[in-house]
């Protein structure tokens, strides 16, 4: 028996390619406002929409007028809201296939064993000096950055292009360095800038603990393909921030499972 002959339309594997298309796309956009303030904006408009959408229009054209109003700018609204949102899902399409194309490649010719030891070397310096900086409680934000979008932090940054290391990060932060205001950026194996300001996170769900060093390093992977580790200087306690959320007082080991994982 034929689908179309109950008038639908014929199911090809085109039919099939863009259903799982467009549900990777609702996945990952989900997962980019997820806990954010974006989810509560777009949760605001399906309300508007759904408004807009029950409104009798010929007995309330008051009302159906505003909604027809607010729809008529309501994809430049759209824009203009989602800004951020937007700029990381399409960081995330273009940067993330060229990278996991480059790793891939990297690990058909040189073997797993030592693109893992790549990884190691640039985490395992940053993970010390976070242990070091916890004992001494000193305060820092050291940011991952996939993808090192020179407009975004060189307006705000000391330039650096060193080598990563433990002595380096420690002595950046330290109260007398005049690099310690603000945050340490890391990209392309090697620490890129220092002292950067970076934009604070609007989230209101925040606990109240967490000052401008906390949302300074969650307000950039708001912005940003960036993943941020938070030490206070208050707590010594380590936060680490993705995708606009964080986890308070991680561990050493699972820290250095989540850079693994995302850098
Ligand atoms: N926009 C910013 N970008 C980067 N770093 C910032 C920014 N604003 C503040 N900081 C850093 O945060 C420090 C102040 O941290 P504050 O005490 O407000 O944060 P906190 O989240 O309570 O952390 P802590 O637990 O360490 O006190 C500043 O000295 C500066 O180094």
Known sequence: MNLSSFGLPKFTI???????????????????????????????LAIIWLLYSITPAKKMPLLAGIFDNIKNVGIIAIIVLFQQEIRRFLLLV????????NKAWWQYFFGKADSERNNLARI??????????????????????KFYDEQF???????????????????????????????????DN???????????????DLPAQFGLRHRAGIGVTE?????AIIISEETGQLAYAKQGRVRMNISFDDL????????
């Open 14 to 44: 085109f039919s099939a390619l863009d259903i799982i298309l467009v549900a990777i796309i609702i996945y990952q956009l989900y997962n980019l406002i997820r806990g954010t303030i974006a989810a509560n904006i777009f949760i605001g």
């Open 94 to 101: 273009g940067k993330n296939a060229s990278l996991q194309r």
């Open 124 to 145: 395992k310096p940053v993970i010390d000096a976070c242990k070091s900086l916890k004992e001494t409680r000193t305060g820092a934000l050291i940011v991952f950055a």
């Open 153 to 187: 932090y060189q307006n705000s940054c000391e330039v650096m292009e060193a080598k990563i290391s433990k002595r380096l990060i420690e002595s950046i932060f330290q109260k007398t360095s005049p690099l310690h205001d603000g945050a340490v950026v890391i990209a």
């Open 190 to 204: 090697k620490i890129k800038s220092a002292s950067c300001i970076l934009p604070l996170t609007d989230n209101t």
């Open 223 to 227: 912005a940003n393909d960036a993943t």
């Open 256 to 263: 250095e499972k989540a850079l693994n994982r995302d850098f």
